[in-house]
């Protein structure tokens, strides 16, 4: 059975200014880089900051030092590669933070 996932219907999708794949931010002198991440979800973002900082929402989870699959996930398979385009951004980057499953601090 395929999972579902809406935005409540009080929430007016025309106010909503989509951020895309690659595009750049910069708030308050800090550096934000959206990552398109589907697989846990069609929509679901990443965040690159300032080069330095992982936010890979609800994009995997850190088990016993493993990055795997976040458990309800739409699309596995999908959700495999972007854990792997996450996996390699996140070897230049400092910390990696999840929305549900802790973070971890890269050794350099």
Do not use: R, W
Request: charged share 25%.
């Amino acid at each position: 059975m395929p999972l579902k996932n809406s935005l409540p219907s009080e929430i007016d999708i025309s106010k909503i200014k989509l951020i895309q794949d690659n595009q750049e931010y910069m708030i308050d002198g800090v550096n934000v880089i959206g990552i398109k991440s589907p697989g846990h979800t069609i929509g679901s973002m990443s965040f690159l900051i300032d080069g330095e900082y992982v936010f890979s929402g609800d994009a995997f989870k850190v088990s016993k030092g493993t990055v795997g699959l976040h458990p309800f996930t739409m699309d596995a398979e999908t959700a495999e590669t972007t854990v792997e385009k996450l996996k390699e951004i996140s070897k230049k980057c400092s910390v990696v933070l999840t929305a549900h499953y802790g973070f971890f601090e890269q050794i350099k």
